[in-house]
């Protein structure tokens, strides 16, 4: 038996609509963003509607809202793998959140063009740990 999905969110973020939401509200960053992806946004083209649309796809996938919400914006965080790929790190409520649900793997998937993010994410328990739960 194959993993159980938990949870799945998808998001898009067109880049200049980010671009000029990022230019009236520079603030934004600093609430979204941690430092990583900021110092990243600024040499990566793309990368920060990228990471938004990351973080909004974790949102959905967990079942929370962004707004009023009890998770942290900077508690998912995007990260570039050597070869070029990207993975989402999990921090503090987000992580304690995954936790709950059972969620052991994080299946991330993103695209950028010259238009838009996309961003998919996966949330499953594999099915020794399910199968160990219903033993109890």
Same mark, same amino acid.
């Given at each position: 038996?194959?993993?159980?999905?938990?949870?799945? /969110?998808?998001?898009?973020?067109?880049?200049?609509?980010?671009?000029?939401?990022?230019?009236?509200?520079?603030?934004?960053? /600093?609430?979204?963003?941690? #430092?990583?992806?900021?110092?990243?946004? /600024?040499?990566?083209? /793309?990368?920060?509607?990228?990471?938004?649309?990351?973080?909004?796809? &974790?949102?959905?996938?967990?079942?929370?809202?962004?707004?009023?919400?009890?998770?942290?914006?900077?508690?998912?965080?995007?990260?570039?793998?050597?070869?070029?790929?990207?993975?989402? &790190?999990?921090?503090? #409520?987000? =992580?304690?959140?995954?936790?709950?649900? *059972? =969620?052991?793997?994080? #299946?991330?998937? &993103?695209?950028?063009?010259?238009?838009? =993010?996309? =961003?998919?994410?996966?949330?499953?328990?594999?099915?020794? *740990?399910?199968?160990?739960?219903?033993?109890?």
């Amino acid at each position: 038996m194959g993993p159980e999905i938990m949870g799945v /969110g998808i998001d898009a973020v067109e880049l200049d609509e980010f671009a000029g939401a990022m230019a009236k509200n520079p603030g934004i960053a /600093g609430a979204v963003f941690t #430092e990583k992806e900021k110092d990243r946004a /600024g040499s990566i083209s /793309g990368f920060g509607a990228l990471a938004f649309a990351a973080k909004e796809a &974790c949102f959905k996938a967990l079942g929370e809202s962004w707004t009023g919400g009890r998770l942290d914006w900077r508690e998912i965080e995007l990260v570039p793998g050597a070869a070029g790929e990207y993975s989402l &790190c999990l921090s503090g #409520e987000a =992580a304690e959140l995954a936790a709950e649900l *059972h =969620a052991s793997v994080i #299946e991330f998937s &993103c695209s950028i063009d010259a238009r838009r =993010a996309l =961003a998919e994410v996966v949330l499953t328990r594999a099915a020794a *740990h399910r199968a160990g739960r219903e033993e109890r």
